[in-house]
């Protein structure tokens, strides 16, 4: 695994240069033979701490199916920030990852982004609220799209919204008293558009942190603007899943995520053009 700064001379915004400070990448090459894409994860947390179980667990399972994995541990509300630090961090790692992906070989057309609860969030949001590049940057990493080529949210939250929004990431990423427009401009089921990027989205109807109305919602957004998703919905399930385990374990939404993946020609073994 090697781990590095987003930004080596700090993050733009930053409060200090303590770790919670210095946004990182990590990453877990693919352990099977390569199939040239690329996915971003995002662990959840409310914004307020990364889960390992939604963050390196998921790297290594996207590795042993030969794809070019990374963990972003991007800047929290536990640690007094706000939005757009996130979105920000967000946008600089999916250029990076896209920069490293045609200097090694790589597809930069197959960059895909995966989050969980929060994390899922933060997929809705960088799906939604992504640009082009800036052209004219001296920074060749700046020059890239910040547009994921694909999202993969487990059990999101999408709207900040009364009364499908979870309150604890809703604070953390917009504070005690946001304003009504802020509320708006962070709920993800406003700002879908016809070039949002296509979804995988998956809950559970049991959830009782992050209500399933969420998925249901964003998966209405993306139908709406013609967007191509998948959607898995499954009765039982507490939240916070990830992969599950011996005692306690998922849904089969891996295999149903795989399946959809390969149909995006992410699991594809075709070398990158």
Known sequence: M?????????APGAFGDLPQDR???????ATAPATGSSIIVFPGGGYGMLAPHEGEVYAQWLASQGIDAWVLQYRLGAHEYRHPAMLHDAAR???IVRHRARKSGLDPARIGVM?????GHLVATIITKFDAGHAESADP?????????????????ITMKSPHAHEGSRENLLGKSPTAALIELMSAEFHVRADTSPAFIWHTVADNAVPVENALIFAQALR??????????????VHGLGLGTAEQPAPPWAS???FWLR?????????AS
Not at 23 to 29: A, E, I, K, Q
Request: proline share 10%; net charge neutral; hydrophobic share 40%.
């Open 224 to 237: 709406r603007a013609g967007v191509p998703f998948a959607l898995s919905l499954y009765e039982t399930g």
């Open 23 to 29: 946004p990182t990448l990590t990453h877990f090459p």
């Open 115 to 119: 989050g969980s609860s929060a994390g």
């Open 256 to 258: 149903d995520c795989l």
């Open 141 to 157: 990493i700046d020059r890239e799209s910040s547009r994921p080529d694909l999202g993969i949210l487990c059990y999101p939250v």
């Open 263 to 271: 149909g995006r020609g992410f699991l594809a073994a075709s070398a």
């Open 2 to 10: 090697l781990s590095f700064p987003l930004w080596p001379n700090g």
């Open 93 to 95: 790692a999916v250029r």
